[in-house]
């Protein structure tokens, strides 16, 4: 059974920082280009970032280029997003996904 379980999310001040976690299982991690995207309030979901199967190649959206990275390692089936310079329009939840599947998602609020 494939799961995906994202984690580190919460409150930060504009300008802030986090990291996002997403923890995979239940399917073969490497052989997957991972994605990260995300929902804001009354908005429908939208894509953030991508990372190819080996992490050589990513990519991402305007709204977050120059802000955020995406990373990831195989050998602890984890994908990451760190997201810098935080605005309070990135307030969203944030959801991993492996092309098909789709965790919980983990919540980002950015206010002061």
């Known amino acids: 059974q494939v799961q995906l379980v994202e984690s580190g999310g919460g409150l930060v001040q504009p300008g802030g920082s986090l990291r996002l976690f997403c923890a995979g299982s239940?399917?073969?991690?490497?052989?997957?280009?991972m994605n990260w995207y995300r929902q804001a309030p009354g908005k429908e979901r939208e894509w953030v970032a991508s990372?190819?199967?080996?992490?050589?190649?990513?990519s991402y959206a305007p709204s977050v280029k120059g802000r955020f990275a995406i990373t990831r390692n195989n050998a602890r089936n984890m994908v990451y997003l760190q997201m810098d310079s935080l605005k309070p329009e990135d307030t969203a939840v944030y959801y991993c996904?492996?092309?098909?599947?789709w965790g919980k998602g983990t919540l980002v609020t950015v206010s002061s």
């Open positions: 239940g399917f073969a991690f490497s052989n997957f280009a």
């Open positions: 996904n492996d092309g098909e599947h």
């Open positions: 990372i190819t199967d080996t992490g050589y190649s990513r």
